[in-house]
């Protein structure tokens, strides 16, 4: 293998493929990234068995050829040469990797590409386009609300489903649940629903360059996987089997209690509290209070006590509709949803202390957030 591309090409496609590189595996060409010719192009892939991501860069292909190498010692490599033209070219005999930018040369020992795991392939012709925008939208305001750990898989995963022209997504960890929809550009050839490692989506959502207009989905029949293809990347994940829980009937319909808040004002607020809560595994009390007239406008006050540290409150003004309530909620769960919404206003609604509660942002019905409240000994 000859080949040479520029630097910062090079620096960007290692960093994309980076995020899938596998860092516990007793496969030791899981560690490393695969290298080789693509006609004009050069092919990075990395896989961790369950992800895989490929990208491709221009290149100047002189000879043909494919090599692993370690991720790491590759990446820290490209990213400390100068921006300009890397000349690579690849010993069989000795699967050493030559590299010369500038002044520098460096030999990187490799693994034969043989031994690196076949690339899935695309999916072929029953693709969903999505608009990367809304897309990368959908993933940053659900992911979040998933399990981390294994305890439950299927918690790991984000239920996605394609039905009409419409896409569906929701996650829950058990104490909070995101759901957001979507209209598809095209209504889909046929119904699906995957369970998506959140992980997958997550990475999904940093690779997304501004440069892709769409994101195209496949779901290939028989093979459990996902695809994800763009500008001269794909991402493909395993789906992780099993039932998601049934979350519709845990979702509040009515309330006796709605209060409106200014987003950025309760966003900060629940940050400034959390500094006391964070004591407490992060309980705050919210007590919502509506005006005493219809002149005056209600409020809410977030509130938090440290038994080691001490004690805050917030007050917010609020628009308030029903009844005065109290309840309990985790402020870092408020806090992360709060982040991932980006409506001038919010809505905060609840019907008891012992009830779940809701947040959507005003102006938008395609989102909705429910939280568990705590309670004590929690």
């Known amino acids: 293998m000859k080949v040479s591309c520029l630097q910062d090409n090079l620096a960007k496609g290692l960093g994309i493929v980076g995020r899938a590189v596998s860092t516990r595996s007793t496969l030791p060409v899981l560690a490393n990234v695969l290298m080789a010719t693509d006609d004009s192009r050069l092919k990075l892939s990395a896989t961790n068995l369950e992800i895989a991501i490929t990208c491709w860069i221009g290149a100047k292909v ?96 984000v239920s996605t489903r394609f039905e009409g022209q419409q896409i569906s997504m929701v996650a829950t960890d058990g104490f909070r649940l995101s759901m957001r929809s979507a209209d ?44 994800f293809e763009m500008n001269n990347v794909v991402l493909v994940s395993q789906l992780i089997e099993g039932a998601f829980p049934d979350f519709q009937a845990i979702i509040p319909r009515r309330f006796n209690t709605q209060a409106t808040l200014t987003t950025a004002d309760f966003r900060k607020a629940c940050k400034t ?17 509506p005006g005493s007239s219809a002149l ?33 909620f985790n402020v870092k769960f408020l806090s992360d949803v709060l982040n991932v919404i980006d409506t001038p206003q919010v809505v905060l609604a609840s019907n008891s202390p012992v009830e779940p509660g809701v947040l959507r942002p005003v102006g938008k019905d395609d989102f909705t957030h429910v939280i568990m409240p705590m309670h004590s000994g929690r």
């Open 62 to 157: 002189e000879t043909e050829g494919a090599v692993t190498v370690p991720a790491r010692t590759i990446n820290d490599l490209v990213a400390a040469l100068p921006p300009e033209q890397v000349m690579m070219s690849l010993t069989e005999r000795t699967q050493t990797l030559r590299l010369a930018c500038g002044r520098t040369v460096a030999n990187v020992k490799g693994i034969d590409a043989q031994e690196f795991p076949i690339a899935p392939q695309s999916g072929g012709d029953n693709r969903v386009r999505l608009d990367t925008g809304t897309f990368r939208s959908m993933i940053n305001q659900v992911a979040f609300a998933a399990a981390a750990d294994d305890t439950r898989p299927t918690l790991t995963g």
């Open 184 to 227: 598809l550009p095209e209504p889909v050839s046929r119904p699906a629903a995957v369970i998506v490692p959140a992980r997958a989506l997550s990475e999904l959502s940093r690779i997304m360059g501004d440069d892709n207009e769409a994101v195209y989905v496949s779901l290939p029949e028989g093979r459990n996987q996902i695809i």
């Open 296 to 328: 005056e406008t209600g409020y809410a006050t977030i509130a938090a006590t440290s038994v080691e540290t001490g004690d805050n409150e917030v007050q917010l003004d609020a628009a308030v509709e029903g009844g005065a309530v109290e309840v309990a």
């Open 273 to 289: 509290v959390d500094i006391f809560a964070r004591e407490s595994n992060h309980s705050a009390r919210i007590v919502i209070e």
